[in-house]
């Protein structure tokens, strides 16, 4: 087996490790009934957005490495725009998904009572919005890597 292969391999495996637990986030809350049920889904998301951090930051580095084994991989269009897609999703979570959970971060250590205030939806549908087209930017990056078209 080649460097080459081995970081393919692990690219793959990153892939499945750090996307797959990204795509499910949105719907670990969503079926909340109530705050501790709410904080319990949050606390879960948090878990699975460690695997999300390592997975994404492989991907990033296998990826790179990959491009400076094969440089040719630097003049094909596929190869470039999945990259500019990579960085412009991973931009989302300092610019967009971290000030958009802050104030439900707030909510849910500070929240009294049993019952999900109705401006937590609000906020929610906020950060759901930027995740979604996040995720979407990652299955646009899936399906370069896999068709490779241009």
């Known amino acids: ?3 080459y292969t081995v970081l393919v391999f692990i690219h793959i495996i990153s892939a499945i ?17 109530n705050m501790n049920e709410l ?12 695997f999300v951090m390592v997975g ?3 991907l990033l580095i296998t990826g790179l490495l990959m491009g400076v084994i094969n440089p040719m991989l630097f003049q094909m269009g596929w190869y470039i725009t999945s990259l500019l897609l990579f960085l412009i999703a991973l931009s989302f979570g300092p610019a967009l998904l971290a000030p958009s ?7 849910l ?3 009294i009572g049993n019952e999900i205030p109705q401006e937590y939806f609000l906020l929610a549908r906020k950060l759901f919005f930027y995740e979604r087209i996040e995720n979407a ?11 490779k078209p241009f």
């Open 56 to 58: 994404g930051t492989l």
């Open 17 to 33: 490790v750090g996307l797959g637990p990204g795509f499910v986030m949105i719907y670990i809350v969503t079926n909340a009934a």
């Open 101 to 107: 959970f802050r104030p439900i971060k707030d909510m």
């Open 39 to 50: 904080r319990h889904a949050y606390a879960i998301r948090h878990r699975l957005h460690i």
């Open 137 to 147: 930017i990652f299955l646009i990056v899936i399906a370069l890597m896999i068709t």
């Open 109 to 111: 250590d500070n929240h």
């Open 1 to 3: 087996m080649t460097l």
